[in-house]
């Protein structure tokens, strides 16, 4: 199983940039993708994650820091995950990640059992 992040880059306070993970080996569809950041000298956390459409109900959830400013979203047919990010500030920059098969519920820190972790596309928000 492979998941492979990009969409990164730089842009300016205010912006949008929309971040895919694209999965290969495995349907995506079956299983719960989530988004997580890390920023230089701090620990990573959990930014988003989609619940199985065919296993579960296919919700989503958000940590409070990005609701109503990113959206997570899916492509059955592109096997792919997106998160739209909107608004974006400063505290936004980080190596983003997409990793899978873990739990998603209301609350990020139960956003445990994460596996088959991308590369990390890198996102700078800066003027």
């Known amino acids: 199983w492979q998941l492979q992040a990009s969409g990164g880059g730089l842009v300016q306070p205010g912006g949008s940039l929309r971040l895919s993970c694209t999965a290969s080996g495995f349907d995506s569809d079956y299983f719960s993708i989530g988004w997580f950041r890390q920023a230089p000298g701090k620990e990573r956390e959990g930014v988003s994650c989609?619940?199985?459409?065919?296993?579960?109900?296919?919700?989503?959830h958000y940590v409070d820091s990005v609701k109503d400013r990113f959206t997570i979203s899916r492509d059955s047919a592109k096997n792919t995950v997106y998160l739209q990010m909107d608004n974006l500030k400063s505290e936004d920059t980080a190596l983003y990640y997409c990793a899978t098969n873990g739990r998603c519920g209301p609350r990020s820190s139960g956003w445990l059992g994460y596996e088959s972790w991308g590369q990390g596309t890198q996102v700078t928000v800066s003027s």
């Open positions: 989609i619940n199985s459409p065919r296993n579960g109900d296919g919700s989503s």
